[in-house]
């Protein structure tokens, strides 16, 4: 009977390090690929010449809707970005929203941001957050990819 001891103590040590170093690595790397895409959202969102009034949708009982005052660059003020948490897993799935404040807020917030996005019955669409992920993505997968690696040579 032949029999051979392999001990693989050592290997499985160095496999734990490489999953140590991804895992801190890939939150800190999928935030700069989504900053990314966001400071393009930012670049490509309209901006009016001039300050302007919205007009909410009239109310239930037929009253007129609220008149709302917005300063020339609203919208661009309005665009954030926010770890998910609800949507991530640490060191496994990390995920960034980036989209426009619709609720009042002291950091910028426009009720309107959907219709310039998607446009109305009236108005066309110009879009400005989708066009910002397509003209970045591969950018950003590869600068994860960068990073992870980066991470894994050092572990």
Same mark, same amino acid.
């Given at each position: 009977m032949l029999s051979i !001891?392999?001990?693989f103590s050592a290997a499985f040590r160095q496999?734990?390090?490489i999953e140590n170093a991804v895992q801190e690595a890939l939150r800190p790397a999928v935030y700069r690929a989504a900053r990314m895409v966001y400071l393009e959202a930012q670049s490509r969102a309209p901006v009016s010449e001039q300050g302007h009034w919205? +007009?909410?949708k009239r109310k239930k009982d037929g009253s007129a809707g609220q008149k709302y005052w917005f300063e020339s660059g609203s919208l661009k003020k309005s665009i +954030? *970005? !926010?770890h998910a948490d609800d949507k991530s897993m640490q060191g496994q799935r990390e995920t960034y929203v980036i989209s426009w404040r619709k609720n009042s807020s002291a950091l910028g917030? #426009?009720?309107y941001a959907h219709m310039v996005e998607y446009g109305t #019955?009236? #108005?066309p669409p110009n879009p400005f957050v989708r066009p910002a992920y397509d003209a970045k993505k591969a950018q950003a997968e590869?600068? *994860?990819i960068d990073t992870i690696k980066r991470a894994v040579a050092q572990a």
């Open positions: !001891k392999c001990d496999l734990e390090n919205f +007009y909410s +954030y *970005i !926010k917030y #426009v009720p #019955v009236r #108005v590869q600068l *994860i």
